[in-house]
């Protein structure tokens, strides 16, 4: 079946540094794939999407890009800032709505 | 609101208690999802709605819950005889509308958490 398998974290980093998290997917045919963010005392946000295999999402700083050969879609950002901190979900639909298959999350820590 | 609203935010039931949770999605949407997220995991879907009709309720874990929209708005989730096991947060999300050709984003609310003690 469908799944999401994403680095455990929780991730901590200062401010200022580089950013991945790993994301990879077992999926029947052709999943859109996305990332969800969840700020503390907040709802899921969607983060960034790409629907077809060497699209590259990006959005407030962060890319990940669609990787067919792999089976990846990995969360980059450059330089973090604290406002940053918050719970990472990868994420992936595969079929005609959008019911979403969620990795298990990865907590970001930043600090200044 | 502009958002998809749940209430409550919060509801502590005693196991065996029968419990409902609300959903208010963004006016005008035509799809709306319930997913349930256990401490520390990701959410898992529960059932999907297009306007009134229950297309999906594949990932109901058991006949102890029920989800309904009958007029094709709001919707409500209500479990029977709550288990520990039942204790998760209950998010809500709707979208304006999905098909095979067509998928809107789906937008989540603040979610129910429901303690069974």
């Known amino acids: 079946g469908n799944s999401v398998t994403q680095m455990e974290g929780p991730v901590t980093l200062s401010e200022e540094a580089f950013l991945t998290i790993n994301c990879t997917y077992t999926a029947t045919g052709y999943p859109s794939l996305f990332w969800y963010v969840q700020y503390p005392g907040e709802g899921l946000q969607l983060l960034l999407k790409a629907t077809k295999a060497d699209d590259k999402g990006s959005n407030k700083g962060f890319e990940a890009t669609y990787r067919k050969e792999t089976t990846s879609f990995h969360l980059e950002k450059g330089s973090v800032q604290v406002s940053d901190s918050a719970v990472y979900f990868c994420?992936?639909?595969?079929?005609?709505?959008?019911?979403?298959?969620f990795g298990a999350g990865t907590r970001l820590a930043v600090h200044p | 609101g502009a958002g998809v609203s749940q209430s409550p935010r919060y509801k502590v039931a005693k196991r065996g208690q029968d419990v409902a949770l609300r959903c208010d999605p963004i006016?005008?949407?035509?799809?709306l999802f319930w997913y349930q997220q256990a401490l520390g995991q990701g959410p898992e879907f529960l059932t999907y709605?297009?306007?009134?009709?229950?297309?999906?309720k594949s990932g109901l874990p058991s006949d102890r819950f029920f989800a309904e929209r009958p007029e094709g708005s709001v919707s409500t989730l209500k479990i029977q005889r709550t288990q520990q096991e039942d204790s998760a947060v209950y998010l809500c999300?709707?979208?304006?509308?999905?098909?095979?050709?067509?998928?809107?984003?789906?937008?989540f609310g603040q979610g129910t958490r429901l303690t069974v003690v």
């Open positions: 709605f297009q306007n009134e009709a229950q297309l999906d």
């Open positions: 994420a992936l639909r595969s079929g005609g709505y959008n019911k979403l298959i």
């Open positions: 006016s005008g949407h035509v799809s």
């Open positions: 999300a709707s979208s304006l509308r999905d098909s095979q050709l067509v998928n809107t984003e789906a937008f």
